[in-house]
């Protein structure tokens, strides 16, 4: 990468996934002298260890879960009587966003503790409330709210069935209010923030709080490193001005000097996924039809797993393709969605078709 970027020459480099965040790609691009929009390897651990996070929130008084660390499964099973149930399971390392299970049995829990194996996980206290993701750009001192979005994790509608990465996701996200947000930056991010600086580690780039709005306030669920899916794909058509100067003001520290700007619309994004996702996901169905989806106003058709081959377009991963429509009203927005991923022709392909439903029961009330 940093050869790629001396010979051509680039000014700024934008890391998305999280795998070469965590591998220091960061790190080396730094070292070479060229901008880079992402945190280096030890910052990066925010996501890379669930149980880096949980000690960092322990030791700087950060809302989140009570938590225990276990390094093999029997100290795990041994940890998991100290909770009641539901109980939250975690595999510590980088899971693809599929590596936490919500046990609302204790023999799911176990079960949860022996897929995982003799590997490092994290057991969590059950937090109750309502779901909201804050994403805040930060500069390695400065750290300000850019959006919020609310996403839905589960395969299945009514939010049944295992976590996957994301099967949707609109932006803004009214249940997270002015004062919940700034509780947020002032409880939770912010103080991270501090403590990754203090540390000589200090974070560059977008911190993606998942948080949990309970009865006492927001609550740390975990960080992302990166934009993340589906979010990302809801947030970045409501960014206003000019998004690469932005970036580029956060890699080289003049983050106080501009301000993110948002256009007052709603976005909403569903994901098309290859049947079997979050298993074994159907490979090589043919996909049609996205130039008509796209004809829909408003609509932008994202691929996250398509590949071009001697019939067409077709599938290649879980999550297919990410729909996303802009407008006027969070209802209008979901509804053109809808609307788009009806045009679209992919046998192999499910939908949820209740994105944002807790938002349209508060519209509708």
Known sequence: MVDFARRHPIDLVVIGPEAPLVAGVADALRAAGIPVFGPDAAAAQLEG????????????????????????AADAHAALERFSIPVVIKADGL?????????????????????????????????????????????????????????HKRVGEGDTGPNTGGMGAYAPAP????????????????????ALAVAGTPFSGVLYAGLMLTAAGPKLIEYNV???????????????????ELLHAVATGRLDQVEPQLTPKHAVTVIVAARGYPGMPASGG??????????????????????????????????????????????????????????????????????????LAREGA
């Open 49 to 72: 260890s669930k149980g880096f996070t949980k000690d960092l929130c322990r030791a700087n008084a950060i809302p989140t879960a009570d938590y225990l660390r276990a390094d093999n």
């Open 286 to 359: 043919l996909i049609r039809e996205i130039e008509a989806a796209e004809q829909v106003e408003g609509v932008t058709v994202f691929h996250a797993g398509t590949a071009q081959s001697d019939q067409g377009l077709v599938a290649k991963g879980g999550r297919v393709l990410a729909v996303t429509a802009v407008a006027e009203t969070f209802a209008n927005a979901r509804a053109r969605a809808y609307r788009a991923i009806d045009q679209v022709d992919f046998a192999d392909g499910f939908h949820r078709r209740d994105i944002g439903w807790r938002e």
């Open 226 to 244: 990166r934009f993340g899916d589906p979010e990302c794909e809801a947030i970045m058509p409501l960014i206003d001005g000019d998004f690469a």
């Open 95 to 151: 899971a693809a966003g599929k590596g936490v299970t919500v046990a609302m049995t204790r023999a799911e829990a176990q079960a949860a503790i022996d897929a995982i194996g003799n590997a490092p996980l994290v057991i969590e206290e059950f937090l109750s409330g309502e779901e909201a993701s804050l994403f805040a750009l930060v500069d390695g001192e400065t750290a300000v709210p850019l959006a919020s979005a609310q996403d």
């Open 175 to 194: 249940v997270l209010t002015p004062d919940l947000q700034a509780r947020a930056m002032d409880e939770i991010v912010r103080p991270t923030v501090r």
